[in-house]
């Protein structure tokens, strides 16, 4: 793993458990993001290593375009943007608030430099602070608020995801910061849970927040199944690679064996092999050596699936990881993200919201897998275990691995 | 539509009405692909038109190799080979069968010639029938025969798809097949047909043939929804194009906006539009005046999709299709494969058929979407109610509409 | 080398030795392209292995369509077309006589079928004929056809160069033609001979044909040099491929080393390594074994460099390339086209000729270089010493090798 | 322009005018590329905009370690690398001095730091100017020292036609250094300037520092020719253009009218058309108004070679310039590079230098064009008349114009 947190959370719905205020809220929120770019230097935060990441300093202007767009402006009597031309710059995807720079040419960025984007943070801080603490704020703009520092918390996780890709392709091998030994001696032994199946009840409920895509809750009918008691670690999928894992076409589906042929894949991401034989990975705290136990990660859901295909078993759809879930706590938040079998579809009845966030999510519904859980990068009381993570099956430089499921 | 067949077959699962004997099915569908290449001269049986498309040659090639490479080798003591070389020509995607000419290529084999392949056709078929007629095949062969059968149905319409797509692409725009108008007057009016849900009963059951990723038979909960009477005509779908479809992308997946960017789409496939503003459209008989009260067809997930959001509907699941199917037979084989919202994902319990079949359809279960129905080219008595057809989002070179479906 | 054709030839730049008419000449020129289709199928010269090759058919059409477009609308009173639609299908480049269709996607075009190109060119002919034999055809008339029959041979060698290409990708590997062994012995020992430089005259003069590239005639200044007595033989390209030549990057042009890299280039086009380490070469009559006394062939440019500069040699200039030939005449017209180390850059004081067949070189004097002399199926007569071939530096699909030169 | 700059040189290639030391030159060359740095952020100064573009600080290290690798490694006893790791950093092409970092990842490069080149550039400083103090250095290493300072110069260049790129692409549109009006008022009028041709000397000779290609001096016989007195102006162009230059396949290389097709080339780079039709120019000082009378620059070759056509006259040869040069020496350094109609072909009996140094030119000697001149961001001193830049035909980003010839 790249980092180890000490962390006793269980991954509860109701998110502000401490009674904190909105204000509260949005402070501790706003500043994480800080602290999390805190280590890297202003050439660090402009790098984008590949179109599907972005550089820090992008992250960092986005999520507050996000507030500046979705709040400010619509919501604010007399708001006047920190810059008209921000908009272009720092939208993402939504299309209903206008045209964009080009996703692949965000490393271009170099202006506004770094210590504007931290102005342009302030700025809106200012403006957002204002606009709660003036009473003015209905239940409709503290729900953008609150879809915002979530939205911003997927970001923090983003950061970390994303500098680490570039520095990897760095020869020089630069760590983000500096960090000691995992610290896992052991993993716990690996045991099946049984579960009977039936009706079971599936997505979120009631005020507390969650995206759209988790909603409506509804009903689902579940064959028996078991869910292995922890995640793969290291250790065993090296026996999967040693017993041929990626040179036998019988345990890929056709597009995963397409990409280990393509790609040249031999390994998870940010494996890499010495000349001694021995292997490192490569991590946030820089080059260490692969440490057996540790949960693996940087799969993508082709080698996932391999994997349990290997171990003549499968991945749980993510209607058992939840049904699961909801009976034990401890797979959300960590230490991986879990890909299951089940693709990113709508659940029935599903809705996107209404006006510009309905693009936040609905619009990505094909194509992507679900993943469940959370990892060590995601940040505490973010997840859910309602919570739906979606990648393409392909990516691996998210903290992906998996957990075994099988049939009765 | 291409073709107008008339048809008075209901779709049932148990295929041989008629009491024919596996000798006689073999002859009929076996001839059944000759006839369909036999409009096309050996030049046009070359041709590939984009690496997802294949020569009638290599189509009518690949189907005898089926036979040989999964019945005759491993079935039929003494059988020799009719060359050697052909299984790696001829084999399309079967690991376990090993190397193979890269797809890609196929329109490059103008050898072995048009009349060599048929007489490997003639060879083969000499073959098979003598193993049948031995009476040395056991169930499993005559499994092996049947789907060699379903399997060569299925190229039936792919030949056709295949050489629309390349005579297309021909500025000479040539006719498969002479033909004269359509004949449609008036669509009948759409009307919603309202279904309860509930725990219903989805994939085959029994003896009867089905391809493995129809099973197994399992149970579903559904909610109450409705299903529209028909599928989308043109008329229909040149209202959503008049009301700027192509251009509105809150109408859109992300990816399928993507695609109307970069593939520059701005109706189905195989429309144009004339100086006068009149629109033909390409079909088997060349271009013709497009008909409004034909269903619409040729279009990619994304435009049934994007279709369905203008009309404030969505597309139904394969569940909420194959239960309203088990009541109407109608919507079974044609006039078009209608897609449906659900990805193409293995059904709980599934596990693909042993040996080298297992890789006919359960390697392919990521990325793909479920089309349910069949079109007016599957050949009659192929489709069934459980049939899940599948091709990616953006592939429109299928005889692909939809029929709406929506929430109660 | 491909075929062994006996010759006496010495390359004469005054073409109609035999005194042969122009109708005759006409007629000749025709008949030998349809000599060189008579090996292939309908489905052969249907096919295009690669944007830069071309189908069979398709060079029977466009030598015709050359006829048609330049000589017979323009020139012939009362003329008609035989297909309106060709010119669009046939048209190389000329983009003053209309769009055309895509250059990749010539192997489409199954139809029209190629008995339907039989007639076209039947009809075409039938009309040239009627034209020359009218008396109606003037000086520039005549100049037109002499062009297109110099065209017309210059397509009979590149379908013999692209049906090679195509057949090398068909596994099958097959032959244009049947034959036995290459029957060279012993290549003669190589000697240099020696040229003292000075002034001298460069391109083609006088009433004779030649392409516009050959002109104005012009003098050059060139210093002392040697040149080879022939040209470079596969024992010597064996030689400096043992001696690591494809694994040396200080032999190479940076362009030359960045396509081997990704070209994955090991040896010349067409060879092959069998597995007890012989080589073989893929030849118009099937797979050989090489013979290391042929003249080596199918080189790229960078290729030809490389050796030289492994040979500690260089390429000769394409003008002291004329200068020697003009002393001697046997390198004219074969057994392979010589790299040049000349850019092809217009003479000084060229000018393309008017009209659309200006469009013939000049406009593509850039990026390619210059190869002299001819290959063993560049029809007799048609070479000359001034005579310029070029083709871009990575084209290895030509008949195309070297002969090397020294500074004294 | 980008940039006016006062000066009165006149293109000597007698370098060191001022009776400067080697010590002084190297101080001064080495400080004059921080000063070009030095308006530069560390983010502005990381990016990379393209694969043939390097970032500010690559240029400023790999500047530094050509010194290392070239000098102080193999010439001075007891040295000791900076870093080992910047060898692979930040040699550029040199296969003889190991593998390198992929170039067009040099813009992921974050690590190392600006502030670290910095350190790497002031180390390398102080041991260079050691060997030169201490009397070691004999005329090699002179020669050596010599040749990495005009090495540096060229990447002074190089630096600013880099970021200017990475500017462009960025919306916010920056200005590089702020500055007014170009304040040219008119242009010169027009004259062709009439040369006799003749045998003539090409090349550089004598003791005095040039590059390899430019040697050795040799004798060409050129015909008469007329050259303009001037560059092409930007109101020349927009005549071009207002003209249908860029509509015109006529007037254009084939290679160059497919890159108008492909790019959507409608006027030179950096050039904006307005709302109101106005056009404006991106420089190095931002968005200006465009300047008709300003020499027209960013153009590729092909564009140059179409603006010739049109106007019924030529580029001239690398010769012809180059003996025009050496009557009248006003063309050298500016304003803007000319195009030649000259491939970038070896000299006759040309020798690239020996050991690694011999990659410095030699091996770029195909497919690309040469350009005389030089231009205002050439550093002053470092051009001659005999100093041969090449660029490939459609490279835009240079500042690259033209000055017609013709034939008389």
Partial sequence: MDMVVTRDRRGRTDRPALGASLLERYHSVRSASLQVASPLSAEDQCVQSMPEASPTKWHLAHTTWFFEALVLQPQMAGYRCFDARYSHLFNSYYEALGPRHARALRGLLTR????????????VDDAVEALIRSGAADARVEALVELGLNHEQQHQELMLTDIKHAFYLNPLKPAYRPGGACGIDQPAPMRWTAHEGGIREIGHDGESFSFDNERPRHRVLLPPFQLAS????CGEYLEFMHDGGYRRPELWLSDGWAAVQSEGWLAPLYWEADDDGLRSVFTLQGLRPLDPAEPVCHLSFYEACAYASWAHARLPTEFEWETAAAAWLPPVEGPVWQWTRSSYDPYPGFQPSSGPIGEYNGKFMVGQLVLRGGSWATPPGHA???????FAPGARWQFSGLRLARDV
């Fill in 384 to 390: 859910r275990i309602t919570y739906r993570n979606f």
């Fill in 230 to 233: 922890r995640a793969v670690t």
């Fill in 112 to 123: 506004p430099a770094q210590h504007e984007v931290l102005s342009y943070r302030r700025y």
